[in-house]
């Protein structure tokens, strides 16, 4: 079975510029979630996604933006990029939308963005 | 405004020693606790959870602790390998049917196991 798949692997962009950052959730995984790690920190929590339905957002300005296609799958949208969005990105699946041991997490490799 | 705390960003242990990893939370409404294992160029993977009603839970070589008047939790791994070496986060929400996509997560602590 194929995992959570990230597109692109790297990115590199200028100040300024907008970026979109796509996920795939694992097959029959219903909720999605996107986190900001930046180097030496924790995953920050961006966006949760379940049923196409935003659920959750964490504490990020309106330059970013998410949404979920009707088979699952996400992009993560961000504007005006700053130099301080270079991180990692992380996606995560779930199956359903609450927390427990049945309905673990799986993240992606994630999106390695850089603005320069 | 850090609400999870990892204090220790590396470890090293002996392979089959013990490791333990430590996390500090300030939040009294946090409910749900999880530990994440990271690897390299992978994200990361659910090693094991606890929930606040408990103050242990075991699966396998690892054990994880929940002391909840002291806001504080602790990763076992009895015994240590080196295939154990990676970052582990201890991550943190309030309420886990609600609130699932909100994970707060600690810094992180790079473990490495050495034979």
């Known amino acids: 079975d194929a995992g959570v798949t990230q597109s692109p692997t790297h990115l590199i962009k200028t100040r300024g510029q907008q970026v979109t950052l796509r996920c795939s959730p694992i097959s029959g995984h219903k909720s999605v979630s996107w986190y900001q790690q930046v180097l030496g920190q924790g995953p920050q929590f961006i966006f949760q996604y379940y049923e196409k339905e935003e659920r959750g957002r964490g504490n990020f300005p309106d330059r970013f933006s998410a949404r979920q296609f009707p088979n699952y799958s996400s992009e993560l949208n961000v504007n005006a990029l700053l130099l301080g969005d270079s991180a990692l990105y992380l996606c995560?699946?779930?199956?359903?939308?609450?927390?427990?041991?049945?309905?673990?997490?799986?993240f992606g490799p994630g999106t390695r963005l850089t603005v320069l | 405004d850090q609400q999870v705390k990892q204090n220790s960003p590396s470890l090293s242990v002996q392979e089959g020693r013990i490791s333990i990893l430590n996390c500090d939370y300030t939040n009294s409404m946090f409910d749900y606790f999880l530990w994440y294992k990271k690897y390299p160029a992978e994200g990361p993977t659910f090693l094991i959870s606890i929930s606040s009603i408990k103050d242990k839970n075991e699966d396998g070589r690892f054990t994880v602790f929940l002391n909840k008047s002291a806001k504080h939790l602790s990763l076992h791994i009895v015994p240590s390998q080196p295939g154990d070496s990676a970052v582990y986060f201890c991550a943190a929400s309030e309420d886990p049917d609600d609130s699932w996509g909100k994970l707060q997560f600690g810094a992180g602590t790079q473990v490495v196991v050495t034979p």
């Open positions: 995560a699946s779930s199956p359903g939308e609450g927390l427990g041991s049945r309905n673990e997490q799986f």
